[in-house]
Structures are given as C-alpha cells and as structure tokens.
C-alpha cells in the first residue's frame, strides 16, 4: 500500500515562508511524478506544483510562479513545497499526491492524472 504523510504547515504572517515536507512509501518512489494540491474552506482543490519523475522538470500554477519552489529527494523519498512571500490567499489545506503513471513524459498537473494523496497539513497565512 502506498502512504503519503505531510508535515511542515502552521500559521504565518503575510510576507513569511514555510517548507512543506511530504514522505512517501510503499511505491518505487524515483519512477513517479508527484504534486502538490491545496483546497480552501467551501472551494475545490486546487493545483500547486508538480515536479516529473527525475525532477528535470517543474509546473507551476500562475497564483504561486515566482513564490513557490517544488523539489525532490529521491535518496529519502522525499518532495518539498518551499513557499515564500506567503499571502492570505494562499491559506488552505496543502495535499502531495503521487502521478499514476511511472515515467511519464510531461509533468501533470490534473487531479485525475494522481492516484495516491496525503492526509493533508494546513497552511494559515493572517493579515
């Protein structure tokens, strides 16, 4: 079974940053794209970033290019969301999510294009 555990989030002034941590386990974790998702109270979910499967590539949504970073460490299974010049609009709860398909030759950045999601870590930027 494959397992994704989030952490990193908590509450953050306008104009701070946090890193967002997301460990993976149960799938051979350097064949897969993976991506970041967030979804704000009474709104859908919404895509972040998403980095291939040997991280020679990245997207990014318009709201967050220029702000976010997203990386991996194959070596611990490991991806990261670096959020900088955090802004209240960007208070949500943050999901990783592994792409379906191993070795994929663009990156995807569709929530139906991902198979397995964390619990979720929240991100609260006040004002």
């Known amino acids: 079974q494959v397992q994704l555990v989030e952490s990193g989030g908590g509450l953050v002034q306008a104009g701070g940053s946090l890193r967002l941590s997301c460990v993976v386990s149960?799938?051979?974790?350097?064949?897969?794209?993976m991506g970041w998702f967030r979804q704000a109270p009474g709104k859908e979910r919404e895509f972040v970033a998403a980095i291939n499967w040997s991280g020679s590539s990245t997207y990014y949504a318009d709201s967050v290019k220029g702000r976010f970073t997203i990386s991996r460490d194959n070596a611990k299974t490991t991806l990261f969301l670096q959020m900088n010049n955090l802004k209240p609009e960007d208070t949500a709860v943050y999901y990783c999510?592994?792409?379906?398909?191993?070795?994929?030759?663009?990156?995807?950045?569709?929530?139906?294009?991902?198979?397995?999601w964390g619990q979720g870590t929240q991100v609260t930027v006040s004002s």
């Open positions: 149960g799938r051979t974790f350097s064949a897969y794209g």
């Open positions: 999510a592994t792409d379906a398909s191993p070795y994929r030759r663009y990156v995807a950045h569709e929530d139906d294009e991902y198979d397995y």
